[in-house]
């Protein structure tokens, strides 16, 4: 049944701007793509007799991306690590040793897919565990609720415990057979999944450049220059590269499909190469200062001749919170601590229509415009006594946008729809 979602709407341009509606309204059909967009006089009649969802005046506007978030740690948070090595090899490997069975990757999935929604998440790119039954949960749960979900098992057949390795010929037969039972499902698509260089061998990342190579339509995602223990780690690994990046480089990893999370202490030449080959570096604020990895500097990566594209992400559970708006929040801080201060427009459509395009999802979300589905989330300006009092201070969009992101987080969530379905209702 045709359905309009009453509010304040905002979505932004390819551009960046925001366009903004004080009563702005959403008409969503039954295959939950949207029909019309504008402002509530404009409605036209043939939709006047539909349902109306009206959230008065909060604002509706596109569900967050996130695009570097882990599963298998959906329950980890704050795990106090040294650094990141140390807190690999003593919290995570053991926690996703637990994804090798199915009734608890199953039940797990069900979890993480609502915890998602809950903090107004619609859609992700996300690492798995190394097993194929942890991809094979979160596809089936993602499924459920025809949201736009990427994932890939990870590939690692090294430098971790037993339980969560797996070997270069069982990578490649399960990253296959993900790819054949799930990519183009509905609203699925699979990402190659080496999960870095210091866990694959040569022969595992030789074998991921050419799954990336023939699986058509998949995307490549891993990490890159995080901390320092790990830069040095791999440059002994692989003492012929160039450097980091060179690293993925060599077997075939670097493209406009690729999307490698962190990217903090990255060189000049490692920018040129990344910006040459249309690869994207993903900003994960929080766990990078949870971990003390680093401050990843956006104009540094941004430097106009050589441009590396950017996305945004919490990297759950090395990130701390599961809120696009803190890790937004979070990436302000970072950002003015280099010297650089972002508006909340820039990182909003940043985590919105801006990872669409990274994740090549950008032509059925991201925005709110005809044909897209209605993946949306509802925002309150006044969600706790904090916010409030705050708002009495508010006198443009920008002050509002500006207090959610940082004041905010999933209390700030009113509701969150996926294709035009309500699959989170703030209780109370
Ligand atoms: N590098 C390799 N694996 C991981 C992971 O699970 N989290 C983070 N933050 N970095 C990684
Ligand atoms: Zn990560």
Redesign the pocket.
């Known amino acids: 049944m045709t359905r309009i979602i009453k509010g304040q709407t905002l979505s932004f341009t390819a551009e960046g701007t925001a366009l903004h509606e004080q009563k702005g309204a959403v008409v969503v059909g039954d295959d939950g793509t949207i029909l019309w967009s504008g402002p509530q006089p404009m409605l036209p009649h043939g939709f006047r007799q539909a349902e109306v969802d009206d959230h008065g005046a909060m604002i509706v506007m596109p569900g967050f991306i996130d695009a570097h978030i882990?599963f298998p740690?959906y329950r980890m948070l704050a795990a106090p690590g040294k650094d990141?090595l140390d807190?690999?090899t003593r919290f995570?490997f053991p926690e996703?040793s637990r994804y090798a069975d199915a009734a608890y990757a199953a039940s797990a999935a069900e979890v993480f897919v609502d915890r998602l929604f809950q903090h107004g998440t619609t859609a992700a790119l996300a690492?798995c565990s190394a097993h194929k039954t942890c991809a094979d949960a979160l596809f089936a749960a993602a499924h459920r609720h025809g949201m736009a979900l990427i994932t890939g098992k990870?590939m690692m057949d090294r430098h971790a415990i037993p339980a969560v390795q797996d070997t270069v010929e069982s990578s490649v037969r399960d990253t296959e057979d993900l790819h054949s039972t799930w990519h183009g499902k509905g609203r699925l698509r699979h990402a190659v999944t080496p999960?870095?260089a210091?866990?694959s061998s040569e022969a595992q990342l030789t074998a991921a450049g050419e799954l990336f190579r023939h699986l058509p339509g998949a995307l490549m995602q891993?990490?890159l220059s995080?901390?320092h223990g790990?830069i040095a780690l791999v440059a002994k690994l692989f003492p012929d590269a160039k450097d980091y990046t060179d690293v993925y480089d060599r077997f075939g990893l670097l493209g406009e499909r690729s999307l490698f999370?962190?990217g903090i202490h990255l060189s000049e030449r490692e920018c040129a190469r990344l910006s040459e080959a249309g690869a994207t570096i993903v900003h994960?604020p929080t766990?990078n200062t949870f971990?003390g990895?680093g401050l990843m500097s956006m104009p540094h990566l941004r430097k106009e001749t050589r441009p590396v594209s950017i996305g945004i992400a919490t990297?759950v559970?090395?990130?701390t919170s599961y809120s696009m708006l803190a890790t937004l929040g979070e990436a302000y801080k970072v950002q003015i601590l280099g010297g650089y201060k972002p508006t909340d427009v820039e990182l909003l459509a940043m985590a919105t229509r801006g990872n669409a395009e990274r994740l090549r999802i950008d032509h059925e979300t991201g925005a709110i415009e005809v044909g897209k589905f209605a993946d949306l989330v509802v925002l309150d300006p006044h969600a706790t006594p904090v916010l409030a009092s705050r708002q009495e201070l508010s006198s443009s969009l920008e002050d509002v946008l500006f207090s959610l992101m940082i004041l905010g987080d999933d209390r700030a969530v009113s509701a969150t729809y996926v294709a035009g379905r309500k699959v989170h209702e703030r209780a109370g």
Do not use: I, K, M, Y
């Open positions: 882990h740690q990141l807190w690999l995570t996703e690492f990870s999960r870095f210091v866990t891993t990490h995080e901390s790990e999370a962190h994960c766990s971990l990895s990297d559970g090395g990130g």
